[in-house]
């Protein structure tokens, strides 16, 4: 059977990027649909990982290796487990909807922007395959160039600002990891992830490595307090940009805390779990106000982004508590499913909410929710979709949104009820400000001329907010199928956490 | 009695020292519609020192003249990269010197000159080569950096180097005058034995001090660094190109050459002298270059940090440290080509393209021009997948590898302060208004065009395939 599947996901968006760059602006619509082709093409190949990924089974499947640099004993290491094969599969997805929804709305040099999507979409998906610790390092840092032009470029009016403060932000987390992976080479002589899992270190050796990891996750989830780039980053955004920074990149900061937080250094996980469960509450409370006072509604969403992804790590560390604290495995993996859960749900729900910001700036030119109102008059079919991802962002049962928040409300309750009361606050914050969002926004009297001449959503803005609406229906009614998809890895997972390094 | 095998070890230099006499006696008679097959004629005969170069390869290190010159492994990768770096300075240098009418002979054979003094320098098995090989490369840059004889600004970058140049070499002379007194002995090889029996010790960490001072000046690197950016700003862009790579190819083998085949002994002296010097240049590099307007001026400031984490390679004091510090060298000069091609490319006949302001909205008006200048300032940013991250990520091993952790995290903490200042330069391309009077599609010639595109993605390419460069690096220092 064909063996490199992961290395076509990779370098097929990337080598896609090329001819779209040189259809060059004097074509735009033929670097669209080059990119559109390229985009369901990835998306496409991305579906063979299904039944070629045995679920059951679990561990580290489709394994590519191949020696990249001899001398330092560097690989080129690819694999999947079920989580990388639902992200990719998340990453593909969103490539093709971005595309779709930028068509008309990206006039300016939309070739380069098209480029810039692919590349970007290529690297991520590296991030995902990664078994060489060097390796994902390099796609982790190169997912920073693609982001930084798109903002700069085709960002709102403060975008120079918003580029510049994400990509030093990012740049500066990820030099520390560096450092910590360099030691641990100068540890171990290899960067394979798998070898370096089992390395021995002592507890000091655990807990600057440990700290530099999550200083460089802890920036690309973000969580508080280093997540004052992703309002600003997010507001100046394109709405392409903004969808796949919300619904991939930030997955990427949580993606690296399980490969190498929790195999390298669960020690000093366990000993600090404290601290990251802390910020998460943090982030779900605390952020939680402070969406609520927001007048821009890209804003409100980007802060909501915190506190949704403070769920994931907390579910994530709630599982070191449970299992290597309490012994109660069971539950550790309930927490680690409901992170997992609420990564994929978050990566629809986050980016159909900045879809439908898009669709309405596109109309109104202005993100402030004080000159919209009534707009459900006017636009009754968007209106529809945005109730639906508003009730999905506030975790309404039946929708996506619920699952993994429930998931790990569950399991942190068996940890410590406080930790579940204070996470459980969500369900009161998130519905407070998104419900308030929708009233501010949908509801009402048209108070503002220009909102009573807005159209409807077309043709293609009803394909990109309806399949969002589909995926985030059929995860929030049976989510099964992704839960088995990843059953067996997250056990892996949660195994890891209770070896002792020391 | 030198005998034809050691003539045969310097061959291409002997070549290049024949050509080099011709071409000054072709150039008196040529007329000056002529010249440009002066052009040509000096990029073949680079490009055939080269392949010399790379034919003669000796399979075991091979010594000449009483142990004067030495043809190892090291010297021939270092040798090979300079030679194809000046083919890229005279390549890039064509459309620029013309318009400007400094289009004449003597640039072609005091670039010859010069790297016949980096072939020299880099082969030097003893400390008066060292001397004679630095001086005929310094004294061809001091020229050229004079050549633009009208521009004050060039004059005075000329004084300025030819002064605190003149200062260092007297430096690194008087630094090898007391080695030569404590251990007796000008030869590299011996050198290294005696050094560690020497009978006065002192006398010889106070010659090696006053030698680390001329190599930190060859180098550019803090507190010796006065000098770069008035000469990269002043000197006309071709020669400032040329000073970027091909000079610190060779100042690379100097320090090698001094540090470790002569007085490899003394390495716990020199260690904490050169990390110092790392740090410092770190810092003062990074932090200026923020506030910089000039382009050429920015790029010097960067120049000056990039030595700094070159040191840290050099500080290891081992093969690995010494092999990614030669990697950071050579990734470093073709970084540098790339950026100041593009300079070059952009100027034309009265616009030297110099701010950081003229590059606004390169991307509107050149988009393939602004790509190349950004792949370059990324890779000098180090960030990956493009070469310079590769370089950064070696010396950084090596830091750590050598027990310097906290060197290691000092470079990293400057590499994020550096990376503001090369994002600017990005930003004014690709977020930046063009304005009136700023860069253009550029008119520059073919051969420019097509040889600095393939510079610039050598830059993406090389950060791919950057295996085979390092195993060269780490042979020729005897690793696996």
């Not at chain 1, 989580?83 to 779709?100: D, E, F, Q, R």
């Not at chain 1, 669960?266 to 939680?288: N, Q």
């Not at chain 2, 690995?320 to 510090?325: F, I, L, N, W």
Request: aromatic residues 12%.
């Amino acid at each position: 059977m064909f063996n490199h599947l992961l290395s076509l996901l990779i370098w097929l968006p990337i080598a896609g990027a090329v001819p779209v760059l040189l259809a060059g602006s004097a074509r735009p619509n033929l670097a669209r649909w080059l990119a559109l082709l390229f985009m369901v093409l990835t998306f496409v190949a991305s579906l063979f990982l299904l039944p070629q990924y045995d679920a059951a089974q679990g561990g580290m499947q489709l394994v590519e290796s191949h020696l990249w640099i001899a001398s330092l004993n560097v690989h080129y290491g690819l694999a999947v487990d079920g989580i990388s094969v639902a992200l990719i599969l998340l990453t593909t997805v969103v490539g093709i909807l971005v595309v779709v929804g930028a068509w008309e709305v990206i006039q300016n040099k939309p070739h380069q922007y098209m480029a810039a999507m692919l590349a970007l979409e290529g690297v991520m998906i590296g991030v995902f395959c990664a078994t060489d610790a060097l390796l994902f390092y390099v796609f982790f840092e190169a997912m920073l160039i693609p982001m930084f032009i798109l903002i700069g470029v085709w960002g709102g009016p403060r975008r120079v600002y918003a580029t510049l403060k994400f990509f030093i932000y990012t740049f500066l987390g990820s030099v520390f990891m560096l450092i910590a992976l360099l030691y641990l080479y100068h540890r171990a002589g290899t960067f394979d992830l798998h070898t370096l899992a089992a390395l021995p270190l002592t507890f000091t050796e655990q807990m600057w490595i440990f700290f530099a990891f999550l200083l460089a996750f802890a920036i690309k989830v973000p969580m508080v307090p280093v997540h004052t780039w992703l309002p600003d980053a997010h507001v100046e955004a394109p709405t392409g940009g903004s969808v796949v920074l919300a619904a991939v990149m930030l997955k990427v900061g949580t993606y690296g805390m399980l490969r190498f937080i929790l195999p390298i250094v669960p020690d000093a996980g366990e000993h600090y779990a404290w601290l990251v469960i802390g910020l998460s509450l943090v982030a779900v409370v605390y952020i939680g106000y402070v969406a609520l006072v927001q007048e821009d509604m890209k804003k409100l969403v980007a802060y909501s982004s915190v506190a949704h992804m403070g769920f994931v790590t907390l579910g994530i560390f709630i599982a070191f508590m449970l299992a290597r604290g309490l012994g109660d495995m069971d539950t550790a993996r309930l927490g680690m499913q409901g992170a997992m859960v609420q990564m994929i749900s978050h990566g629809f729900v986050s980016g159909a909410m900045f879809t439908c910001i898009g669709v309405m700036y596109d109309r109104l030119h202005t993100r402030l929710i004080k000159d919209y109102g009534g707009v459900i008059n006017v636009m009754p079919w968007f209106g529809f979709f945005y109730v639906l991802f508003a009730m999905a962002n506030c975790g309404l049962p039946g929708t996506s949104g619920f699952v993994g928040e429930f998931m790990v409300v569950l399991a942190s309750f068996k940890a410590n009820p406080w930790i579940a009361f204070f996470a459980a606050f969500t369900l009161i914050i998130g519905a407070a400000y998104t419900l308030w969002l929708v009233k501010r926004v949908l509801w009402g009297e048209i108070h503002n001329p220009h909102v009573a001449e807005m159209k409807d959503i077309n043709g293609r803005e009803t394909f990109v907010l309806l399949a969002f609406a589909a995926l985030t229906v059929a995860l929030g009614i049976w989510p099964e199928p992704l839960i088995h998809l990843m059953d067996s890895s997250v056990t892996q997972v949660v195994q890891q956490l209770v070896v002792h390094k020391i | 009695m030198p005998n034809l095998n050691d003539i045969l070890v310097l061959l291409p230099e002997f070549y290049l020292v024949a050509v080099a006499c011709l071409l000054l006696l072709l150039d008196a008679f040529m007329k000056p519609e002529q010249r440009h097959w002066l052009h040509w004629i000096s990029i073949v005969v680079l490009l055939v020192a080269a392949y010399m170069v790379v034919a003669g390869q000796p399979e075991v290190t091979v010594t000449a003249f009483g142990g004067m010159f030495v043809r190892d492994q090291v010297s021939e990768i270092l040798k090979v990269f300079a030679l194809l770096c000046t083919v890229l300075v005279l390549i890039y240098a064509r459309p620029y010197l013309r318009e400007r009418k400094q289009f004449i002979g003597e640039f072609y054979t005091l670039m010859i000159f010069a790297v016949i003094g980096v072939m020299l320098l880099v082969s030097a098995g003893n400390l008066v080569m060292v001397y004679l090989g630095l001086e005929l490369l310094t004294l061809s840059s001091y020229a050229l950096v004079a050549l633009n004889r009208d521009s004050s600004l060039s004059s005075e970058a000329a004084i300025k180097y030819f002064v605190l140049g003149a200062l260092s070499s007297g430096m690194l002379l008087y630094g090898m005058s007391m080695v030569y007194g404590a251990t007796g002995s000008l030869d590299l090889a011996q050198l290294h034995t005696v050094a560690t029996q020497s009978a006065m010790p002192n006398l010889l960490v106070f010659g090696l001090i006053f030698m680390l001072v001329g190599i930190a000046f060859k180098l550019g690197a803090a507190p010796f660094h006065m000098w770069i950016p008035d000469v990269y700003q002043g000197a006309s862009t071709p020669v400032t190109t040329f000073i970027a790579s091909t000079s610190k190819l060779a100042a690379f083998g100097m320090a090698w050459r001094l540090l470790e085949t002569g007085l490899g002994g003394l390495s716990q002296h020199w260690q904490p002298m050169l990390a110092a010097v790392a740090v410092l240049s770190m810092a003062i590099g990074n932090l200026v270059a923020i506030v910089q307007s000039n382009l050429k001026r920015m790029l010097a400031y960067s120049t000056i940090s990039h030595m700094g984490y070159l040191l840290m390679g050099l500080v290891n004091a081992g093969p690995e440290g010494y092999s990614s510090a030669m990697f950071y060298a050579i990734s470093y000069a073709l970084m540098s080509t790339v950026s100041f091609g593009v300079i070059l490319a952009l100027a034309r006949a009265g616009f030297e393209c110099e701010e950081i302001s003229d590059l606004k909205g390169l991307n509107q008006r050149s988009p393939w021009f602004a790509a190349l200048m950004a792949l370059a300032l990324f890779s000098l940013a180090g960030v990956p997948p493009l070469f310079g991250f590769y370089a950064k990520y070696l010396v950084l091993q090596a830091a750590i590898d050598a027990h310097m952790l906290w060197l290691a995290i000092v470079g990293a903490v400057f590499a994020i302060i550096g990376l503001y200042y090369y994002l600017h330069v990005v930003k004014v391309m690709y977020f930046d208004k063009p304005e009136e009077g700023g860069a253009d599609q550029p008119q520059a010639d073919a051969s420019l065009r097509v040889v600095l595109s393939i510079n610039a993605l050598a830059l993406l390419v090389l950060g791919v395939y950057w295996g085979p460069l390092l195993g060269w690096c780490r042979h020729s220092f005897g690793l696996g």
